[in-house]
Structures are given as C-alpha cells and as structure tokens.
C-alpha cells in the first residue's frame, strides 16, 4: 500500500470511530434488528463463512446452501450499505459470528455515492484491521466490485479500486481477493447482460451461478 493510503486509512481511524458506528447503527437499525432477531431464533455457529456486505448479498437468495461442502454459511447482506458502513459495523456484522472466513462484497455505491478508489482503499482497511485485531485467525475475502452495465460512468473507478485492494491483498496471507470482475466481461470486454436483471445493475440467477462458482474455489475447508 502507498504512503497516502496508509495515511488516509490512518486519518479515517482517527475520525471518532465510537461516532461512525453509533451513526450507522442508526441508519440502518431495521436491518440490524432483523439480524440480530434471526440470531436469537437460531443462533449460527462459530466457525462458518459469512458473506457480508450490500445487496448482491442481500439478495443472493440460497446462499446459505449454495457451498454444501461448508457446513455452516451465514448471509448478512444489507441493500444500499457501503464498504464504509460494513467497516463502521464489524462489531454487529462480524465479531459476534465468529466466522472462520468473511466474504465481503461492498464498494459500488460508494462510488456511486461520490468515494475516491482511495477512499474505497482506507474502508477496507479499517475493516481488515478491525477483524484481525479481534478474531485474527479469521481470513477475509474481498468480492472484486463487478462490472454492473448501469453504472459505466464509474468503470475506470470500479477498476483502480479494485486493482488498489487487490494489491493491498497481496501482502497478507490471510487476505484473498475474488475476481469476479473480469469473468462477467465478455471478450470485447464488454459486461455480459445475460448476468444481471433487467435493471442490469443486480444479479440473474446465472450471475449468482457464475459467483458461486469462482467464490467456490477461494472457500476454506
């Protein structure tokens, strides 16, 4: 990671966290309500892979029996979160599983919403550092941001954040980095419609099949 990086990860950390989370924790109260209530009815058990971020997971349906080899899947999807809301809300969105991996899929709508790839950078970050401080055998994947055909205003910053995490990635063993990205192109380089539903922004049922087959080969027995 660049200098700048680190020091706007750094700034970011320093920027009253306790503040951050209890605003986030507002917003989107009706969904961590609903998580924790599906929590009390059948608590998960530690161990599994969660898969974590915006409405790509929101809305994976069948998620929790897509990888039948992993004995315990957890799905906390919430639509229309950033990456810096599920960096702001580790502690209700991860450390209480106590997940042997995290899958996170989230960053397009910072994008959208105005975020630098750096400020994409620094949200991931602050989660990693937040996950390994507290389960540090935990291992975290990050969903490569895909290539949604309404948003190609945002492609050049879909890839330098992508490219900036993925190198980020590189330097921790515990870390992985899923490129989805460029198998939903097409070999002009173009997004592939048939992935996505007719807003062609969230995913068909092939575009689910086509993630679970490359998250399939990045899962930890």
Not at 120 to 148: C, D, E, N, W
Not at 171 to 185: E, N, P, S
Not at 210 to 217: D, K, M, P
Request: charged letters at 20%.
């Amino acid at each position: 990671m660049n200098r700048r990086a680190w020091l706007l990860a750094a700034a970011w950390a320093l920027a009253s966290p306790w503040a951050r989370a209890q605003t986030a924790e507002q917003r989107w109260k009706p969904e961590l309500d609903a998580f924790a209530a599906a929590d009390r009815k059948k608590p998960p058990a530690p161990g599994g892979v969660l898969f974590v971020g915006s409405s790509s997971i929101r809305l994976w349906t069948g998620l929790e029996t897509a990888f039948p080899e992993q004995p315990v899947v957890i799905r906390r999807g919430f639509g229309g979160s950033r990456l810096s809301d599920s960096a702001d809300l580790v502690h209700r969105l991860v450390l209480p599983y106590q997940p042997r991996q995290v899958v996170l899929y989230a960053g397009e709508n910072d994008l959208t919403e105005g975020a630098s790839p750096q400020d994409l950078l620094g949200h991931f970050v602050r989660f990693v550092q937040q996950v390994q401080t507290a389960l540090p055998a935990t291992r975290i994947a990050y969903l490569s941001i895909k290539p949604s055909p309404s948003r190609l205003a945002h492609m050049v910053a879909m890839r330098e954040a992508n490219l900036l995490i993925q190198t980020f990635v590189l330097a921790d063993d515990r870390l992985d980095y899923i490129d989805v990205h460029a198998a939903m192109l097409d070999n002009d380089g173009r997004p592939r419609p048939e992935l996505y539903v007719r807003d062609q922004l969230h995913l068909s049922a092939e575009g689910y099949g086509l993630w679970r087959q490359v998250v399939s080969a990045h899962l930890r027995p």
